[in-house]
């Protein structure tokens, strides 16, 4: 009973420890993610992509963000200090949060463009999720708000649906065009995680509010994290048809996710920005390292 104790404790003071840091996300971000960003930052295509993506924004989220109830001081008081907390680690403005019923299950998204970000959080994940998962998807929206994806994102799911109306072989076109498209989301989506680890600040708590994604109503409290990990990869492995579904998925599968947070979580970048102590025993991976094993687990094939 002690040492269970002890184990609450020292994650409450690791998780207070995050909300004084300020870090740069480029710095932990994917190479694959970052290095896309670099290059559509250099060309300007964020600027000139900007009004238009507000106007689609307001046309397709309109409704959700003037019904939704909005985060702040007065209302859900909890989530927004875990959401300022967020914003300052980030160095970015506190975005504009609702919480709705505009989207269904245990989910939440970022949209939006750098000048006027958003975040909708379901009312689910809002009442099911607790606190320190919730922080977890929180940061990570904000992750990819600090990461300027919102932009990218939603013009990258505009073509795709345009390319639907091209007579005959506008869905083929469509969906080959994504694949490079989907690669760099599914790349984009670890750097976020990353970002929902380092502000929640516990590993196992991350996981669990990745697993809740797929668990729904149910109770996963008794769900062995490595065993999951183990049993989805094993059946993945068995598969070929079922993998190529993974090429058209915006979103890793989660037990890749999940993967992938333990990897980062025993990675040389992730105590340099948290300012952790590892033991003595403990051996880091490089960020060559992880860089290598993260990308190896994203392979489709």
């Not at 964020?46 to 109830?69: D, H, K, R, S």
């Amino acid at each position: 009973m002690a040492e269970k104790i002890i184990n609450i404790v020292e994650k409450g003071r690791q998780w207070k420890q995050t909300d004084n840091l300020q870090i740069n996300i480029h710095d932990i971000a994917h190479p694959v993610d970052k290095n896309l960003i670099a290059v559509l930052e250099a060309a300007n295509i964020n600027t000139l992509l900007c009004t238009p993506m507000e106007q689609l924004v307001e046309a397709n989220y309109g409704t959700a963000l003037m019904t939704g109830i909005v985060v702040d001081e007065k209302n859900f008081p909890d989530i927004y200090s875990d959401l300022k907390a967020c914003a300052k680690t980030l160095n970015i403005n506190i975005p504009y949060t609702v919480v709705s019923n505009g989207i269904s299950g245990i989910n939440a998204f970022a949209t939006g463009t750098d000048r006027k970000p958003y975040i909708v959080i379901s009312n689910l994940a809002a009442k099911l999720l607790t606190e320190a998962e919730l922080k977890f998807i929180l940061a990570h929206e904000c992750g990819h708000i600090a990461m300027e994806h919102m932009v990218y994102h939603t013009a990258g799911s505009l073509a795709q649906i345009m390319g639907g109306f091209v007579p005959v072989i506008g869905g083929a076109l469509s969906k080959v065009a994504s694949f490079p498209l989907n690669c760099w989301n599914r790349c984009s989506e670890i750097t976020a995680d990353r970002i929902g680890l380092i502000c929640c600040g516990d590993l196992h708590t991350s996981q669990m509010a990745l697993l809740k994604l797929v668990g729904g109503f149910t109770d996963i409290s008794d769900v062995e994290i490595e065993h999951y990990i183990v049993q989805s990869r094993t059946l993945r492995n068995k598969q070929v048809l079922g993998r190529l579904g993974e090429y058209f998925s915006t979103h890793p599968v989660i037990y890749k996710r999940m993967e992938a947070l333990n990897l980062f979580a025993d990675s040389e970048m992730y105590y340099s920005i948290t300012k952790n102590t590892a033991s003595s025993e403990k051996k880091l991976y490089t960020d060559a390292e992880l860089n290598e094993k993260v990308s190896d687990l994203l392979h489709v094939f």
